[in-house]
């Protein structure tokens, strides 16, 4: 496969895309679990939700 003159200009674009992404899907994930923690704490600091549900219920 030749991607002739702009080859250095593709396969970089293509790097960088693949690390913003990569970057995003651990952002996300480290902020799940951020917010999975402070909810766990805020129900055994006697907070509730509405929907009645706990935590361990969203499995």
């Keep these: 496969m ?9 396969v ?12 995003l899907i651990a952002w996300i994930a480290v902020d799940y679990r951020r917010q999975k923690q402070q909810l ?8 509730l939700r509405r929907s009645g549900r706990s935590a361990t219920d969203l499995k």
Excluded at 2 to 9: E, I, K, T
Excluded at 12 to 23: D, G, Q
């Design 12 to 23: 970089t674009s293509y790097l960088l895309v693949a690390a913003v992404v990569a970057m």
């Design 2 to 10: 030749s991607l002739g003159p702009y080859a250095n200009f593709i």
């Design 40 to 47: 766990h704490e805020l129900e055994a600091g006697g907070v």
